[in-house]
């Protein structure tokens, strides 16, 4: 069964660094996400792609964040300039056009 | 902004039991409300998916319930099974944006 996936499982940058996580969707998925869950709290939406732009973002989603489709199948979330609190599991989900989306396990960041 | 709760955020019951899990948002305006099942340092799973226009979805011994004039959603798991322990969102989308809740940790004994 197609399932989304996701490098690296686990990143450990220092402060101030430059971090991307990949994702790769399913393959004949349209939409594209991002979320974070910092460690004993909710999911949070950060940003859905589709059509190779942004559809919606959450406040979340500042300056320090961007995502990019380099190509037909990676999927990718940028963050400039870490801080100590974007340390989280950031996951990756696609979606068909079904609204069930299909999550990604995670990679989890550890910024020191 | 939409805030969604859910209710009890831990539960144990013995193999074999019904249970109820419970989910409530305060902004009924939503496109749909999707249950999901997340394993420890797991991603999460889709469950059941209703659409803001259904009442209810089944699959197996799964029944979720939606009644957006309350704010309110309900999970039904039937005949409970050590293999359904673990932690059950809810998350509804407002506006192309999502929310959760914080998740109710199930553990079922055997």
């Known amino acids: 069964e197609p399932e989304v996936t996701q490098t690296p499982s686990h990143q450990v940058t220092q402060m101030g660094q430059e971090v991307i996580l990949r994702c790769v969707p399913i393959?004949?998925?349209?939409?594209f996400y991002w979320y974070r869950q910092i460690l004993g709290q909710k999911v949070e939406f950060l940003v859905s792609?589709?059509?190779?732009?942004?559809?919606?973002k959450s406040e979340i989603f500042d300056d320090q964040f961007s995502v990019e489709r380099p190509d037909g199948s990676n999927f990718t979330l940028k963050i400039r300039s870490t801080k100590l609190e974007d340390s989280a599991m950031y996951f990756c989900?696609?979606?068909?056009?079904?609204?069930?989306?299909?999550f990604g396990p995670g990679t989890r960041l550890t910024v020191l | 902004k939409q805030e969604v709760t859910q209710i009890p955020a831990a539960l144990s019951v013995p193999e074999g039991e019904n249970l109820v899990l419970n989910c409530s948002f305060t902004?009924?305006?939503?496109?749909?409300l999707q249950w999901f099942r997340q394993d420890p340092g797991k991603g999460l799973t889709s469950l059941l998916l209703?659409?803001?226009?259904?009442r209810e979805q089944t699959s197996g011994r799964l029944n979720a319930s939606l009644d957006k004039s309350s704010g309110r959603s309900t999970l039904y798991i039937a005949a409970s099974q050590p293999g359904d322990s673990a932690t059950y969102l809810c998350?509804?989308?407002?506006?192309?944006?999502?929310?959760f809740g914080s998740g109710t940790k199930l553990n079922v004994k055997p």
């Open positions: 989900a696609s979606e068909q056009s079904t609204d069930t989306q299909y």
């Open positions: 393959s004949n998925h349209l939409y």
């Open positions: 792609f589709y059509n190779n732009e942004i559809s919606e």
């Open positions: 902004d009924s305006a939503i496109y749909n």
């Open positions: 209703i659409q803001s226009s259904q």
């Open positions: 998350a509804v989308e407002n506006f192309n944006k999502f929310y």
